[in-house]
C-alpha cells in the first residue's frame, strides 16, 4: 500500500494513506483507522505515486492563518499647528499679524502702515465732524435766538399778510445766516462717512490678503511635514511566511481627503 506523510507543525509526524481531502482538512488512514486532521495544523504533506518506482514528492501548500497584527504605536505629543484659518484669525484680530507670521514681514509692514493711516485718517475725519456738528448747533441756536430778539423782524402788528411776511422773512434770515456751518458740517460727515468706507476696505484687503499667504503656507507645511498628504498614495508591503519562505508583495492604493 503506497504511504502518504503528513508533517504537523508540531512537528509530529503522520504516516498512512489519504483516503479524503478538502479545502479545511485532510482524511488519512492509518493501521485501519482513519483520523481527521485540521490544514491549519499541518506544516507539509508528502504525497507518494504508486504508478511509479520511484515516490514523487509532492509539496501541497496550505494557506497561512490569519493572525491578528500587533501594531505597537507611540504617542506623540499634540501640538498647537497653524493653519490659514488660525493664520486669518491673527489678521483679523490685529491687521497684519498673519502676514508677519508666515513670514512675509514686507507686505505686513505695508499692511499695518496702510491700516493705521487710514485708521488716523478716519479718527481725524471723525474728529472734524464732531467739531463741526457742534458748531453747525451752537450757532444755529444763537442765531435763531436773536432772530427772534430783532425788533426790525418782529414788529407788532396785527395784520396777518404782515406777520406772515415777517415770518417768512426771519426764516430766510435764520437760513442765510446759518447755511456756512450747515455746510461745513454735511462737508466733514460726508468725509468722516468717507474715511470710515476707507478703513473698510483696508482692513479687508489685508484680510483676503493673509487669508491667500496662509493657504500657500499652509500647503508648504504640509508637503515638508506631513507624512500623509491629500491626494492618491501608492505603496507595496512585503510579506514573507514563517513556514515556507516565500515573500509576497501586497500592493496598496490609498486616497486622502482632507477638509
Not at 515516490?55 to 497561512?64: A, G, W
Not at 423782524?153 to 456756512?180: G, K, Q, Y
Not at 470710515?196 to 499667504?213: E, K, S
Request: include cysteine; proline fraction near 5%.
Amino acid at each position: 500500500m503506497s504511504a502518504s506523510t503528513i508533517i504537523l507543525k508540531n512537528g509530529k509526524t503522520l504516516q498512512g494513506k489519504i483516503v479524503n481531502q478538502s479545502r479545511t482538512e485532510v482524511q488519512i488512514e492509518i493501521n485501519g483507522k482513519v483520523q481527521t486532521i485540521p490544514k491549519t495544523e499541518i506544516s507539509e504533506i508528502n504525497l507518494k505515486d504508486p504508478k511509479r518506482n520511484e515516490p514523487k514528492k509532492v509539496t501541497t501548500k496550505l494557506p497561512l492563518p490569519k493572525t491578528n497584527d500587533k501594531v505597537e504605536q507611540t504617542a506623540i505629543p499634540s501640538s498647537w499647528k497653524e493653519t490659514k484659518w488660525t493664520i486669518s484669525g491673527r489678521s483679523a484680530i490685529l491687521p497684519s499679524w498673519g502676514q508677519w507670521k508666515v513670514g512675509e514681514k514686507k507686505w505686513a509692514v505695508i499692511s499695518f502702515l496702510l491700516f493705521t493711516g487710514a485708521a488716523l485718517y478716519a479718527n481725524n475725519c471723525k474728529e472734524k465732524a464732531s467739531t463741526e456738528e457742534n458748531n453747525y448747533k451752537s450757532n444755529s441756536a444763537a442765531i435763531t435766538i436773536v432772530a427772534f430778539m430783532d425788533q426790525n423782524l418782529n414788529p407788532v402788528s396785527s395784520d396777518e399778510t404782515v406777520r406772515a411776511t415777517i415770518l417768512v422773512t426771519r426764516i430766510l434770515t435764520t437760513a442765510t445766516a446759518t447755511n456756512p456751518y450747515s455746510s461745513n458740517y454735511d462737508r466733514a460727515t460726508s468725509q468722516y462717512n468717507q474715511a470710515q468706507w476707507l478703513l473698510g476696505a483696508v482692513y479687508g484687503l489685508q484680510l483676503i490678503h493673509a487669508f491667500l499667504f496662509a493657504k500657500d503656507y499652509e500647503k508648504t507645511q504640509t508637503l515638508l511635514f506631513n507624512s500623509n498628504p491629500e491626494g492618491w498614495k501608492f505603496s507595496a508591503v512585503t510579506v514573507k511566511s514563517p513556514i515556507n519562505g516565500f515573500t509576497e508583495i501586497i500592493p496598496t492604493a490609498v486616497y486622502t481627503v482632507k477638509f
